[in-house]
């Protein structure tokens, strides 16, 4: 018998009037979302998580089972309600054009805004999960290998065929690298203002103005995608 069930259960039934507490689950994937994102996954101690919460390790075990699912749930939170967006985005963009290509600017804002949005609001991660998947794009371990890539199947077989109506010329191996680019310089984008400061000649940007990047960003991945192919 789980004893945090057990007692769970027990404090429904005696305390039923009584105000409810923080959600728990919420507060350990809160925490947890924190800290892989300072120290990464495999220097994160389920101790460490646990004191800084403020629960017993009972209670992650009730809730995730173990720390590679407490993981893949920080991560699942976030991205699954971006990528909706970003379906919801582009199939709109779709009905309205019918069985005429989409813009390159209409597709690539459909995929950067969500993601942008998501950077500049704590509730929907904020800093510390755009600093998490950062971290986890540079310093790739087993625990994300398998789960990662299909929490972005949908969106990746959706804007990779709206791209390949859009680029009708490139070859699927070439679309392959210059999508494989603008992840990459997006990833880079979302970094936010530690990227910027670190680049001198944007000592005068201000990563807070999402339409401002999103108006300097487009073209630029516009001309990446849209350059002639490579020989």
Not at 43 to 48: F, P
Not at 111 to 120: D, R, Y
Request: hydrophobic share 40%.
């Amino acid at each position: 018998m789980n004893p945090f069930r057990a007692n769970v259960a027990s404090g429904e039934i005696s305390g039923r009037h009584m105000k409810a507490p923080p959600d728990t689950k919420d507060r350990i994937l809160d925490v947890a979302e924190e800290i892989f994102a300072e120290k990464g996954y495999s220097a994160t101690s389920m101790r460490t998580i646990t004191s800084s919460a403020h629960v017993n390790l009972a209670a992650v075990n009730y809730h995730f089972g173990s720390k590679a699912q407490l993981y893949q749930a920080v991560f699942q939170r976030r991205v699954a309600p971006m990528n909706k967006k970003r379906i919801q985005a582009l199939e709109a963009l779709e009905q309205k054009s019918g069985d005429t290509p989409l813009p390159l600017e209409d597709i690539l804002r459909a995929f950067v805004e969500p993601a942008l949005q998501a950077s500049m609001n704590p509730r929907q991660g904020g800093s510390n999960f755009i600093k998490l998947l950062g971290r986890t794009h540079a310093e790739p371990g087993p625990e994300v290998h398998d789960f990662l890539p299909r929490l972005y199947d949908e969106v990746k077989d959706r804007y990779r065929k709206a791209l390949a109506r859009a680029l009708p010329e490139l070859s699927q191996e070439e679309l392959s690298w210059r999508v494989h680019f603008v992840i990459g310089t997006i990833a880079f984008t979302l970094a936010g203002t530690d990227a910027l400061e670190m680049i001198e000649s944007c000592r005068f940007c201000d990563p807070a103005d999402i339409e401002g990047i999103i108006q300097r960003l487009l073209p630029f991945l516009k001309g990446g995608l849209s350059a002639p192919p490579a020989a």
